[in-house]
T-cell receptor, first 110, second 114 residues
Framework: GEDVEQSLFLSVREGDSSVINCTYT??????LYWYKQEPGAGLQLLTY?????DMKQDQRLTVLLNKKDKHLSLRIADTQTGDSAIYFCAEGSNDYKLSFGAGTTVTVRA | DTGVSQDPRHKITKRGQNVTFRCDPI?????LYWYRQTLGQGPEFLTY????????KSRLLSDRFSAERPKGSFSTLEIQRTEQGDSAMYLC????????????FGSGTRLTVV
């Protein structure tokens, strides 16, 4: 299966950390990605992790992967108003096709 | 290189009309992908090309849809006899074969069928 599921909404106070969660079903997933989409725009790749890794950190972004539970999370430290967007989790089990979740809408409040 | 370009950004058409969208990928990328995104959903894979060859088509791509990449550079996606259910954002992306760091997406073409 290629189902990817995410919580739909997250509201966070400016300066706090955001954690967005994702679960997937395809055990053969090789790469897992986080994309960001702002209104009216395409998708921007934020970060990715290979399935043989547990964690990846990139500036304010931390990705955690629990392969046993097929659970992926994205933590954004010190969330800013510019982080308000829709965040998509995606998995790739081959080298050409990505399966996306429905997206988590993150709203940052002052 | 300015990234992946899509044209037009918006298209409103009457049901039954044909529409064609264009995508210009990053010049050195040999792979090009088309995805469709409906409101409140993530993108869904439609098809992809490696150079000029169309290697995979989703079952979402009905007979009314056709995609081409004649010279291995830009691509077109045509929808014939549009239906209201075709209303969506059509996203193009490109990548270099063997690169695992994800695609680069364009800003999309938003189609509204009235």
């Amino acid at each position: 299966g290629e189902d990817v599921e995410q919580s739909l909404f997250l509201s966070v106070r400016e300066g706090d950390s955001s954690v967005i969660n994702c679960t997937y079903t395809d055990s053969s997933s090789t790469y897992l990605y986080w994309y960001k989409q702002e209104p009216g725009a395409g998708l921007q790749l934020l970060t990715y992790i290979f399935s043989n890794m547990d964690m990846k950190q990139d500036q304010r972004l931390t990705v955690l992967l629990n392969k046993k539970d097929k659970h992926l999370s994205l933590r954004i430290a010190d969330t800013q108003t510019g982080d308000s967007a829709i965040y998509f989790c995606a998995e790739g089990s081959n080298d050409y096709k990505l399966s996306f979740g429905a997206g988590t809408t993150v709203t940052v409040r002052a | 290189d300015t990234g992946v370009s899509q044209d037009p950004r918006h298209k409103i058409t009457k049901r039954g009309q044909n529409v064609t969208f264009r995508c210009d990928p990053i010049s050195e990328h040999n792979r090009l992908y088309w995805y469709r995104q409906t409101l409140g959903q993530g993108p869904e894979f439609l098809t992809y090309f490696q150079n000029e060859a169309q290697l995979e088509k989703s079952r979402l791509l009905s007979d009314r849809f056709s995609a081409e990449r004649p010279k291995g550079s830009f691509s077109t996606l045509e929808i014939q006899r549009t239906e209201q259910g075709d209303s969506a954002m059509y996203l193009c992306a490109s990548s270099l074969w063997g690169e695992t760091e994800g695609y680069t997406f364009g800003s999309g073409t938003r189609l509204t069928v009235v």
